[in-house]
């Protein structure tokens, strides 16, 4: 497009050229003057020829980032790290599917879709298969450079000590976390095998490894385990998506502060802003290669023992 606007622009430059210095030396009333001077043509062709060079370049540019677009779909897109995501990859110029459970109450993610027409939102449970699969043929032939399966629970917390276990909330947990996390890359896998970028990313979190803050603390037990399991599964589907080009990788957040963390958990200590968090994930995700996505990367670009 660049290559081929070039020509066009230079013919059209001349033409507009000509045909303006033959009105400015009518208008004039110069009528006996037939030629045009050096004068005017520094004067008036030289003008136009810059405006159509700038026009070009408006173009081109345009084009370039067209061409560079990319598609981004982010689970759980309506409001913590989620709409960070979101926020970020819109104000990039790239296309955003941006899913939630509940559109009708998105109201964040409207007003990104005001600022950026290219945001799309569309409902998606990450429970409900019926959704997902809704949703993937929907966008059946639409490559997806990235998927990131940011949606998650934490559960209820008093149901996850031990004394007061709830076998329901432990599935619910592990619904969301890992089998959701999995549905939706099984769903979209072959959008991302037909992208260029071919990334998938999973949100992990220091309370699924065995070592690191977690290793003394108890407690917790379906969150910890989902997340654990989240890392052990991602792995192997990066496995089996290698031979496609296909990159998958897990990024921690370090201690955002989103709803989950202040209000479900209710920690008092020093937190990361979700800005801050998303900046320095998508720093990590840029940088994911076949090479180095076998480890959990930190939101501080730090690699994250399992
Ligand atoms: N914040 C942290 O410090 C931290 C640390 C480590 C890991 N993480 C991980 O980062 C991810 C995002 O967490 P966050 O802090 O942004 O939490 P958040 O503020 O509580 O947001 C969670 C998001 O997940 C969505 N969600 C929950 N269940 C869903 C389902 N079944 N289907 C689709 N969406 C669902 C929520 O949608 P609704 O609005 O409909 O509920 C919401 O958009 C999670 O995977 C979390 O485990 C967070």
């Known amino acids: 497009m660049v290559l081929a606007f070039g020509p066009?622009?230079?013919?059209?430059?001349?033409?507009?050229?000509?045909?303006?210095?033959?009105?400015?030396?009518?208008?004039?009333?110069?009528?006996?003057?037939?030629t045009i001077t050096a004068a005017d043509y520094a004067t008036w062709g030289?003008?136009?020829?810059?405006?159509?060079?700038?026009?070009?370049?408006?173009?081109?540019?345009?084009?370039a980032e067209a061409a560079n677009a990319a598609t981004v779909l982010i689970t759980g897109a309506n409001r913590g790290l989620g709409l960070e995501f979101a926020r970020l990859y819109a104000?990039?110029?790239?296309?955003?599917?941006?899913?939630?459970?509940?559109?009708?109450?998105?109201?964040?993610?409207?007003a990104l879709k005001v600022q950026h027409p290219k945001v799309m939102i569309e409902e998606l449970d990450v429970t409900d298969q019926s959704e997902i699969d809704g949703l993937a043929a929907k966008y059946k032939d639409h490559p997806i450079d990235l998927l990131i399966n940011n949606a998650g629970i934490l559960g209820e917390l008093g149901d996850q000590s031990l004394g007061s276990f709830d076998h329901e909330e432990f599935k619910r947990v592990m619904d969301t976390n890992v089998?959701?996390?999995?549905?939706?890359?099984?769903?979209?896998k072959d959008n991302v095998i037909a992208s260029e970028h071919k990334k998938i990313v999973a949100m992990t979190s220091v309370a699924g490894s065995l070592v690191g803050p977690w290793?003394?603390?108890?407690?917790?037990?379906y969150y910890r385990a989902s997340k654990s399991a989240l890392n052990n599964v991602m792995r192997a589907v990066g496995i089996d998506l290698k031979k496609h080009g296909v990159v998958v990788g897990l990024v921690a957040p370090g201690a955002a502060?989103?709803?989950?963390?202040?209000?479900?958990?209710?920690?008092?200590?020093?937190?990361?802003a979700p800005a801050e968090s998303v900046a320095g994930m998508v720093k990590a995700i840029d940088g994911f290669t076949q090479?180095?996505?076998?480890?959990?990367?930190?939101?501080?670009?730090?690699?994250?023992?399992?």
């Open 91 to 110: 104000n990039r110029g790239w296309d955003v599917i941006a899913t939630c459970r509940t559109p009708a109450e998105a109201e964040d993610l409207d």
């Open 179 to 188: 089998y959701g996390a999995l549905a939706v890359t099984q769903a979209f």
């Open 46 to 63: 030289g003008f136009y020829e810059k405006c159509i060079g700038s026009l070009a370049m408006v173009l081109a540019l345009a084009s």
């Open 257 to 272: 502060g989103t709803d989950m963390l202040r209000d479900d958990f209710k920690y008092k200590g020093p937190m990361v």
């Open 8 to 34: 066009f622009a230079a013919r059209l430059c001349g033409a507009i050229r000509l045909t303006n210095l033959v009105d400015y030396a009518a208008l004039r009333g110069e009528c006996r003057r037939t």
């Open 291 to 306: 090479e180095n996505a076998s480890h959990p990367i930190n939101y501080d670009g730090e690699a994250l023992d399992w």
């Open 215 to 221: 290793q003394n603390i108890g407690g917790l037990y």
